[in-house]
């Protein structure tokens, strides 16, 4: 299984940027029953979880992010996406995609997310 992160970029404050993170291998059935999630890690702090998508079809989200990040995926597409609006110069990350199925966890290799003020 791998997965491939992708949409990240350089956008100034205000604007918007939407992540893709396209799963490859994973049978339909493992992709709709995991749990989807982004988490970011900015210079010189810990990985946070910035949102997830729970197998039920929940979603939480980093405090910091709520009303202007939202998850979702493509079941068709096997693919988890995040809509990031309203981005200020703290969004400023390298963002990871993860699935989490049981006891097998998926990590994207991270696409970096830079916000100007």
């Known amino acids: 299984v791998q997965l491939q992160a992708s949409g990240g970029g350089s956008v100034q404050a205000g604007g918007s940027l939407k992540l893709s993170c396209k799963t490859s291998g994973m049978i339909l059935s493992t992709f709709t029953g995991s749990r989807k999630a982004w988490y970011r890690q900015a210079p010189g702090s810990q990985r946070e979880l910035v949102a997830e998508l729970t197998s039920g079809g929940s979603t939480n989200y980093q405090d910091s992010v709520k009303g202007r990040f939202t998850i979702s995926r493509d079941n068709a597409k096997r693919t988890v996406y995040l809509q990031m609006n309203s981005l200020e110069p703290d969004d400023t990350a390298v963002y990871y995609c993860?699935?989490?199925?049981?006891?097998?966890?998926?990590w994207g290799q991270g696409t970096l997310v830079t916000v100007s003020s």
């Open positions: 993860n699935i989490n199925y049981g006891s097998w966890e998926y």
